[in-house]
């Protein structure tokens, strides 16, 4: 594995979190909620280089926090769009915990 090919995978990662993100903000907010980057914690802190094979993702509210794991490959498979099945499913069971009363 190349310096360019981990640079690669890395900038991936990274585009599929912020896509996963943003798209959970969105929902949540098209919901009546109110939620913003600063209500998630990725991967514990932990350094995201080389990516991990699986990455913890915690939400935070004042009413609750949630939990949820995403693996790599879904991730990065999310770098453009929110595609796959399992990643649609599994942020709209975040979404409704997070806008149930």
Same mark, same amino acid.
């Given at each position: 594995? =190349?310096?360019?090919?981990? =640079?690669?995978? !890395?900038?991936? &990662?990274?585009?599929? %979190? ?7 903000? *969105? ?13 998630? !914690?990725? !991967?514990?802190? #932990?350094?995201?280089?080389? +990516? +991990?094979?699986?990455?913890? %993702? #915690? ?5 609750? =926090?949630?939990?949820?794991? &995403?693996? *790599? ?18 942020? *709209?069971? %975040?979404?409704?915990?997070? =806008? #149930?009363?």
């Amino acid at each position: 594995m =190349t310096a360019s090919s981990i =640079t690669e995978g !890395h900038d991936e &990662f990274l585009a599929g %979190l912020q896509i996963i993100e943003r798209e959970i903000i *969105r929902q949540v907010r098209d919901a009546g909620g109110q939620i913003d980057p600063s209500n998630f !914690h990725w !991967h514990e802190g #932990k350094d995201l280089l080389p +990516p +991990p094979s699986a990455i913890a %993702l #915690k939400i935070s509210t004042p009413e609750r =926090t949630i939990n949820a794991t &995403f693996s *790599r490959g879904a991730v990065q498979d999310s770098r453009d769009r929110v595609d796959r099945g399992d990643v649609r499913a599994r942020i *709209r069971a %975040l979404v409704e915990e997070l =806008t #149930k009363l």
